[in-house]
T-cell receptor, first 116, second 115 residues
Framework: ETGVTQSPTHLIKTRGQQVTLRCSSQ?????VSWYQQALGQGPQFIFQ???????GRGNFPPRFSGLQFPNYSSELNVNALELDDSALYLC???????????????FGPGTRLTVL | QKEVEQDPGPLSVPEGAIVSLNCTYS??????FMWYRQYSRKGPELLMY????GNKEDGRFTAQVDKSSKYISLFIRDSQPSDSATYLC???????????????FGSGTRLQVQP
């Protein structure tokens, strides 16, 4: 069974640029969530995709957008990068089962984004 | 006020000590509780998952939930240097809609186990 994978590992961008981060979910999982983790903080929920549709969103502006593909992999896109966007971006997949008691999220290693 | 409060530490203990990590929360709708371990520059790894008040044990780890006090704990017995990491508590509301299953995290407690 393959776990959650993310690419790239590290990324350096300048303010105003756009970035795309990628995530492959764990085998058998149809739900992908994205989180932003600033240094010294816990992860903050950005949004979640379930069967290719956005299915919940945290307190992030519209310049944060995403996609989920038929194979359940996902992309996070950030436009007009700001210095405060520098963080570890984490992808988590979950089975998306009807029973909430078993719907647990498993995280990938993250992509570290630095905005200069 | 944050929905989930967690002491950032750092917490330094000698090898073999019992470690107690704690979180408090304010949202009574939280029904599912998790502890994740995060090594430096890595993604969080799920350690414990529970959804009822009381204790749940898994090897050297015990998760404790007190919903009436809005307080959760993680105990680590016989701590090892390899346990040195940041421990994150996380929780979410109940609900059949998957969009309601976003996790709310504490800020993490950094643990250092000295050999």
């Amino acid at each position: 069974e393959t776990g959650v994978t993310q690419s790239p590992t590290h990324l350096i961008k300048t303010r105003g640029q756009q970035v795309t981060l990628r995530c492959s979910s764990q085998s058998g999982h149809n739900t992908v969530s994205w989180y932003q983790q600033a240094l010294g903080q816990g992860p903050q929920f950005i949004f979640q995709y379930y069967r290719e549709e956005e299915n919940g969103r945290g307190n992030f502006p519209p310049r944060f957008s995403g996609l989920q593909f038929p194979n359940y992999s996902s992309e996070l896109n950030v436009n007009a990068l700001e210095l405060d966007d520098s963080a570890l971006y984490l992808c988590a997949s979950s089975p998306g089962l009807a029973g909430p008691s078993t719907d647990t999220q498993y995280f990938g290693p993250g992509t570290r984004l630095t905005v200069l | 006020q944050k929905e989930v409060e967690q002491d950032p530490g750092p917490l330094s203990v000698p090898e073999g000590a019992i470690v107690s990590l704690n979180c408090t929360y304010s949202n009574s709708a939280f029904q599912y509780f998790m502890w994740y371990r995060q090594y430096s520059r890595k993604g969080p790894e799920l350690l414990m998952y529970t959804y009822s008040s009381g204790n749940k044990e898994d090897g050297r780890f015990t998760a404790q939930v007190d919903k009436s006090s809005k307080y959760i704990s993680l105990f680590i017995r016989d701590s090892q240097p390899s346990d040195s990491a940041t421990y994150l508590c996380a929780m979410r509301v109940a609900g059949s809609h998957t969009g309601r299953r976003a996790l709310t995290f504490g800020s993490g407690t950094r643990l250092q186990v000295q050999p």
